[in-house]
């Protein structure tokens, strides 16, 4: 069987990598891709080659990392899924692949495939804020509302119970997006904050935003970084100093079985997290999607990529 997988060859030039799957392992399941998603934070500044953090990139290399699928085949030792159980795995743009079987996380009929997809970066924003710990009572403060902002927002108010989550977001709508989503307020980056925080989520990847922030958290707050910081450097203010601030990272889910338990049986109650798919593409035209995206065409949050 042949598996295409769309390998970056070189900045902003992408290819169709063809080759013949191995035979399955005994402890291993062969996955028919349904859906994958373009990370648009993390994979544009690889494709247009402009990650502060990756000056001498190294080629060719992958590309994406979310995907929802169906089990064709499993390995003879395989007992967690069956063929034609749909699962989430993590090998991007790919046709087919073959991943070990402790590797996928198993999804039920009743989730949407696009909610199902979310568990990914769901867990990587639960990270971040399980990291801050905050109580209910306290005001938490987001900077950025991307994916991960508004997946942070989100379970900061539905699996943490925090009633003031304040977001700050230049764009008017992802602000109106991230009140959806549980932000009590919405601030663009000249707007007065309203008091105090007592912990602060790094999402934006801007110095100016994490410049704000740093001035809006108490003596002795906390904050996560969950941005890549691919975009520009972050630089600790005076702020820091004087308040003695904690600042924390955070990167990748803290575990994406045990967390997709709780994701899978709250994102049915809450519809509307769907439109962070705000573009859709195919297999077919995913090469074209990244220079509309780089070049500025479209802006979408997320693209969602049906094969």
């Not at 290819?15 to 993390?42: C, D, F, R, Y």
């Not at 992802?174 to 309203?194: S, T, V, W, Y």
């Not at 997290?273 to 090469?287: A, G, R, S, V």
Request: net charge negative.
């Amino acid at each position: 069987m042949k598996q295409y997988t769309l390998m970056l060859i070189d900045k902003k030039s992408l290819e169709w990598e063809i080759q013949e799957l191995p035979a399955l392992g005994v402890n291993e399941v062969l996955i028919k891709t349904v859906i994958s998603a373009v990370s648009v934070g993390a994979e544009l500044s690889q494709y247009d080659e402009s990650d502060v953090t990756d000056i001498n990139p190294d080629y060719p290399r992958n590309t994406g990392y979310e995907n929802y699928g169906e089990v064709v085949r499993v390995g003879g030792n395989v007992r967690s899924v069956h063929t034609g159980d749909k699962v989430v795995a993590f090998y991007g743009h790919k046709d087919f692949s073959i991943e070990k079987e402790n590797n996928v996380i198993p999804v039920s009929e009743d989730i949407p495939s696009t909610q199902a997809l979310l568990t990914i970066l769901s867990c990587d924003s639960a990270k971040g804020v399980l990291k801050l710990d905050p109580n209910p009572k306290d005001k938490v403060l987001v900077t950025g509302m991307g994916t991960i902002g508004l997946l942070a927002v989100y379970f900061l108010k539905h699996y943490i119970g925090v009633d003031h989550i304040d977001v700050i977001e230049p764009d008017c709508r992802r602000r109106h997006i991230a009140k959806e989503f549980g932000a009590k307020n919405a601030f663009d980056l000249q707007d007065k904050l309203e008091g105090k925080y007592e912990h602060g989520l790094e999402c934006s990847g801007m110095h100016g935003a994490f410049g704000i922030l740093q001035s809006s958290i108490r003596q002795y707050g906390k904050i996560c970084i969950l941005s890549d910081g691919n975009k520009e450097e972050l630089k600790l203010g005076p702020e820091f100093y004087e308040k003695e601030l904690c600042i924390v990272g955070s990167s990748d889910g803290w575990d994406y079985k045990r967390h997709s338990q709780w994701f899978f049986k709250y994102v049915k109650k809450t519809p509307y997290i769907d439109q962070i798919f705000e573009y859709e593409t195919t297999k077919e035209n995913l090469m074209q999607c990244f220079k509309e995206l780089s070049n500025g065409t479209i802006n979408p949050l997320k693209v969602l990529v049906r094969y």
